[in-house]
């Protein structure tokens, strides 16, 4: 019998009772190590238990956000910290953790090189600035109240408290079909030109920037993914504009370890 490979990286990743990754950011990250190839295990954690289990982290190995040891918020700009989050990873051979999907692409990046990556390109920033800009307020409408029905009863009544409380509203209002029939019909256009954009190298190959893929490939097919695992409506209305389901299924292949 073959031995098994062990693990250089250990993603941190959120539960739900499908027993699958559901999170677009964590997609992302889920993405690179699986196109790079870097054997990594998961460990899922119900929303109300990512604070404290990486907080036991920090406890039993002090260390910075970028360090060894264990996991802490960055801060933002202003110089306040940022919430405990996913995706975050420990780099067994150097023993360092951190969080937020932007460092870890980068240091990702970095530590394995082969295949390259791009993580950054003009096209790149235009689609997912647009995309979080005109797209993402009614693609996250329509998934966010549907993710209490992929969590567990703990998780729920965490998620339905602090989501309550920065909507200042029941998460029901959102699940209003008129209105959220208006409002997809409202996006329709900016949607179509968002995916327009996708397809500007398609003589070149199927990804965003041509023959290969770059990060915000995965940008667009992790948020589809999510929608796909959490309300498979909202997936076959984004995958019916040109563009978007050409980038999702070109990068299946790096979707087959979904745990």
Avoid at 97 to 121: C, K, R, V, W
Avoid at 123 to 134: C, D, F, N, Q, T
Avoid at 211 to 240: K, W
């Amino acid at each position: 019998m073959a031995s098994q490979v062990e693990p250089e990286i250990v993603l941190y990743d959120l539960a739900c009772t499908k027993n699958v990754c559901f999170s677009p950011v964590v997609w992302r990250i889920r993405m690179l190590l699986n196109y790079k190839r870097i054997p990594y295990k998961t460990i899922f954690l119900e929303f109300q238990d990512i604070e404290p289990s990486f907080k036991e982290l920090c406890r039993s190995s002090p260390a910075t956000n970028l360090q060894s040891g264990g996991i802490t918020p960055p801060e933002s700009a202003a110089g306040n910290k940022i919430k405990y989050t996913v995706p975050a990873i420990h780099h067994v051979p150097t023993k360092t953790y951190m969080m937020d999907s932007t460092p870890i692409a980068q240091f990702l990046e970095s530590t394995y090189p082969d295949p390259p990556l791009p993580l950054n390109s003009e096209l790149g920033r235009e689609i997912e600035s647009k995309a979080r800009s005109v797209v993402g307020t009614t693609f996250r409408a329509s998934i966010m109240p549907r993710e209490l029905g992929i969590l567990a009863p703990p998780a729920q009544e965490y998620f339905r408290r602090t989501r309550e409380a920065s909507l200042g509203h029941p998460l029901e209002e959102l699940l209003d079909e008129e209105k959220e029939n208006a409002a997809w019909k409202a996006a329709s256009d900016n949607i179509r030109t968002v995916g327009e954009l996708m397809l500007k190298n398609k003589a070149e190959g199927p990804f965003v920037l041509g023959a290969s893929p770059c990060y915000t490939d995965f940008f667009i097919a992790g948020s589809l993914q999510c929608a796909r695992v959490v309300h498979e409506v909202a997936f076959e209305r984004m995958v019916a504009y040109p563009g978007y389901k050409d980038i999702y299924e070109a990068c299946l292949p790096y979707m087959e370890k979904k745990d």
